[in-house]
């Protein structure tokens, strides 16, 4: 569950998908082997991100002959902003999960069909006995309806049902 999170971080520090997806296994690894460590009232994402950024710079340090790479100061200033965006991620995901919970049956089950299970807008069409330009209406009113709850629920800080 927290993969895509650590990846995204890791990304957004190294810019480089293949070396992301090196630290991110480190990282696991770290995880693993400090298991015992972990405070469960402190948040398992927080923590494996202070990991992550531990694993990023010790691969700074290692590749330093690259002049290409970050250098440790910047880094961490790029650290700090990613994880303020990470916390922003989980913030708008949070408000997301609560307005698709207050769609009605109908427009869920579009949603689910078009972007869960990643369904072609024909099939979607076929299924529901519909033309294919009815269902792109309704999935942009049902994204606009989304968007509009959301950026309601992100502006009063209302992000519970």
Same mark, same amino acid.
């Given at each position: 569950?927290?993969?895509?999170?650590?990846?995204?971080?890791?990304?957004?520090?190294?810019?480089?998908?293949?070396?992301?997806?090196?630290?991110?296994?480190?990282?696991?690894?770290?995880?693993?082997?400090?298991?015992?460590?972990?405070?469960?009232?402190?948040?398992?994402?927080?923590?494996?991100?202070?990991?992550?950024?531990?694993?990023?710079?010790?691969?700074?340090?290692?590749?330093?002959?690259?002049? !290409?790479?970050?250098?440790?100061?910047?880094?961490?200033?790029?650290?700090?902003?990613?994880?303020?965006?990470?916390?922003?991620?989980?913030?708008?995901?949070?408000?997301?999960?609560?307005?698709?919970?207050?769609?009605?049956?109908?427009?869920?089950?579009?949603?689910? !069909?078009?972007?869960?299970?990643?369904?072609?807008?024909?099939?979607?069409?076929?299924?529901?006995?519909?033309?294919?330009?009815?269902?792109?209406?309704?999935?942009?009113?049902?994204?606009?309806?989304?968007?509009?709850?959301?950026?309601?629920?992100?502006?009063?800080?209302?992000?519970?049902?």
């Amino acid at each position: 569950k927290s993969q895509a999170k650590l990846y995204a971080y890791v990304f957004s520090l190294v810019g480089e998908h293949a070396r992301a997806a090196d630290i991110v296994q480190e990282t696991n690894l770290v995880l693993w082997r400090q298991r015992n460590e972990f405070e469960h009232d402190r948040g398992f994402i927080p923590w494996a991100i202070g990991i992550a950024r531990m694993q990023v710079l010790a691969n700074l340090r290692d590749r330093k002959r690259d002049r !290409l790479l970050l250098d440790a100061e910047l880094a961490e200033q790029v650290s700090a902003e990613a994880e303020g965006q990470l916390e922003h991620y989980e913030t708008l995901q949070n408000a997301l999960r609560t307005c698709l919970k207050s769609l009605d049956e109908t427009k869920r089950k579009l949603i689910d !069909l078009r972007y869960h299970q990643a369904f072609q807008i024909a099939d979607i069409a076929e299924i529901n006995g519909a033309t294919d330009s009815s269902v792109k209406v309704a999935l942009l009113r049902i994204r606009r309806q989304l968007a509009a709850c959301v950026r309601r629920r992100m502006s009063t800080g209302e992000l519970e049902s």
